[in-house]
């Protein structure tokens, strides 16, 4: 189950500072973005938010068929392109809402054919969910890893035959999805990975019989681990775990690296939450975009 991943999101999911303009900026956000926000991740910070136009790009809801089920995914890229990079985008608990699309559209704008599939369609849907808790009894934890990697394979079908370069796959994903970075880094073809404070270690279960530490030394492409030493939520032992895990694996698992923000708690890099911390979200970023250019990815 993925309840240590809910522990580390519901510590960023600190009181907001509402006000009327707030709220109206709120909206017109989400009339922006095409997409609102989760509600099980509210109060929304509207005053951070960040707002990526879509100008130049093709944008919007796609879908694919996996093992006879039509998952819907969101997907940008630049306008008239092919042969472009392709990057995996993965949700955090919340599902593909606005600020995973926004993150599409970033990606868009460097150049990037990014898509992020819905991997909760099959269990329900996140974003009519206000309360964390039973988001995460009743779709989430029902959500199994060997389903989640073969979506993942299907998104990257459906990218490599829409204009993207199938020799250029690599994925990014945020706390849940971080963890989802990892697994995917040793199962499928990418050529390397960003994995943005995904737990490191967790509960076995029928779901979920492996996690990031697990298969660390298997991995078949880098991955950069960009994490908070202020994130409660996953103890820096646990890191030192995944170093260690890498240190004694394959040479993709000794390529990976780890850059740790002083400051920083869980979920830095969510523009629209109080956890966010702009200096460490801008300089993860930059990293981000640098591994993939590294790797061969962009």
């Not at 910070?45 to 790009?57: E, K, N, R, S, Y």
């Not at 029902?142 to 990218?159: F, H, N, R, S």
């Not at 690599?170 to 849940?176: A, K, L, R, S, V």
């Amino acid at each position: 189950m993925f309840c240590d991943d809910l522990h580390a999101d519901a510590l960023a999911l600190l009181p907001g500072r509402g006000t009327d303009a707030g709220a109206t900026r709120r909206t017109v956000l989400q009339a922006a973005l095409g997409l609102g926000y989760a509600a099980a991740a509210a109060p929304i910070m509207a005053q951070t938010a960040i707002v990526t136009p879509a100008d130049g790009l093709t944008a919007g809801e796609v879908s694919f068929t996996v093992n006879g089920f039509n998952v819907p995914a969101y997907r940008a890229a630049p306008a008239g392109k092919a042969g472009l990079p392709v990057v995996l985008v993965i949700q955090e608990i919340f599902g593909v809402h606005g600020y995973i699309a926004d993150t599409c559209r970033r990606f868009a704008q460097a150049g990037y054919l990014a898509i992020a599939p819905q991997l909760y369609a099959r269990q329900g849907d996140p974003s009519q969910y206000t309360e964390i808790a039973k988001l995460m009894a009743e779709v989430v934890s029902k959500v199994p890893d060997a389903q989640v990697m073969a979506d993942l394979d299907g998104a990257v079908q459906w990218a490599t035959a829409n204009g993207g370069d199938a020799a250029r796959v690599g994925i990014t994903g945020f706390c849940w999805g971080g963890r989802i970075t990892w697994l995917y880094a040793a199962h499928g073809p990418v050529k390397a990975g960003v994995a943005w404070y995904g737990r490191p270690v967790g509960q076995v279960s029928e779901l979920t019989p492996k996690h990031p530490v697990d298969i660390a030394p298997i991995l078949k492409a880098p991955v950069l681990g960009l994490y908070g030493e202020k994130d409660t939520g996953i103890p820096l032992d646990t890191v030192d775990k995944m170093k260690a895990a890498l240190a004694s694996g394959s040479p993709q698992a000794r390529a990976s690296e780890f850059v740790l923000y002083p400051d920083a708690p869980h979920a830095f890099h969510a523009d629209y939450r109080a956890s966010y911390r702009k200096e460490a979200a801008e300089d993860g970023w930059k990293r981000a975009l640098a591994w993939f250019k590294a790797q061969g990815v962009a």
